[in-house]
């Protein structure tokens, strides 16, 4: 009977340890960007006419089964412009976001009409569900972070008001991305 409790006691142990390294080794995909460029109608103050950047963020993880949540930007986001060889920062607040498996943010930006490429900088990792109040928030709260986010939102909404955090794991992303508009891309 005793030999039979520990290897009981055993198997649930490991079984335990299996589940919590599942959940725990979950790496963070990066974020897709890309940059489309189109005629804005505005003019600067020199009467060249300005161009619309619209920088489109995604999260690639596609899984249905386990929403991933990313979270991309943070304070130091900077935007540059290649404008006639030399790079000048864009006036372009970018700001947080908090994007679930697939989902898309879009960022808007006006930009010189010489501009060759962009320089993106910015940072993103993994977001963690934040219980801020509310009926169970305390109880919520105790759930661990890897496990926050497979809880749907309609039960979150239900458990009190919530909102998300930066994780641990922060990595930096700084990508060059090329510009094909009608006055460049010809030969």
Same mark, same amino acid.
């Not at 000048?88 to 898309?104: F, N, Q, Y």
């Not at 922060?170 to 460049?184: D, G, I, S």
């Given at each position: 009977?005793?030999?039979?409790?520990?290897?009981?006691?055993?198997?649930?142990?490991?079984?335990?340890?299996?589940?919590?390294?599942?959940?725990? +080794?979950?790496? =963070?995909?990066?974020?897709?960007?890309?940059?489309? !460029?189109? @005629? *804005? #109608?505005?003019?600067?103050?020199?009467?060249?006419?300005?161009?619309?950047?619209?920088?489109?963020?995604?999260?690639?993880?596609?899984?249905?089964?386990?929403?991933?949540?990313?979270?991309?930007?943070?304070?130091?986001?900077?935007?540059?412009?290649?404008?006639?060889? +030399?790079?000048? =920062?864009?006036?372009?607040?970018?700001?947080?976001? !908090?994007? @679930? *498996? #697939?989902?898309?943010?879009?960022?808007?930006?006006?930009?010189?009409?010489?501009?060759?490429?962009?320089?993106?900088?910015?940072?993103?990792?993994?977001?963690?569900?934040?219980?801020?109040?509310?009926?169970?928030?305390?109880?919520?709260?105790?759930?661990?972070?890897?496990?926050?986010?497979?809880?749907?939102?309609?039960?979150?909404?239900?458990?009190?008001?919530? #909102?998300?955090?930066?994780?641990?794991?922060?990595?930096?992303?700084?990508?060059?991305?090329?510009?094909?508009?009608?006055?460049?891309?010809?030969?």
């Amino acid at each position: 009977m005793r030999k039979r409790k520990i290897l009981v006691t055993g198997a649930t142990f490991t079984f335990c340890w299996l589940i919590i390294a599942w959940i725990s +080794h979950y790496s =963070t995909h990066r974020p897709v960007l890309d940059l489309s !460029v189109e @005629r *804005s #109608g505005i003019v600067d103050d020199y009467g060249n006419e300005m161009m619309l950047g619209t920088l489109s963020i995604k999260n690639p993880d596609n899984q249905s089964h386990n929403s991933f949540l990313m979270y991309v930007g943070g304070d130091n986001d900077r935007v540059e412009a290649n404008v006639l060889n +030399h790079w000048i =920062t864009v006036d372009a607040r970018m700001g947080p976001c !908090v994007l @679930r *498996s #697939g989902e898309k943010v879009e960022r808007q930006f006006l930009l010189s009409a010489s501009i060759t490429s962009c320089r993106v900088s910015t940072r993103y990792g993994d977001a963690i569900l934040a219980f801020e109040g509310g009926r169970y928030s305390k109880l919520a709260a105790r759930i661990p972070p890897r496990l926050r986010r497979c809880i749907p939102k309609y039960f979150c909404r239900w458990l009190g008001s919530y #909102g998300y955090r930066k994780g641990t794991n922060w990595r930096e992303l700084n990508v060059e991305l090329p510009v094909l508009t009608a006055h460049n891309s010809a030969p």
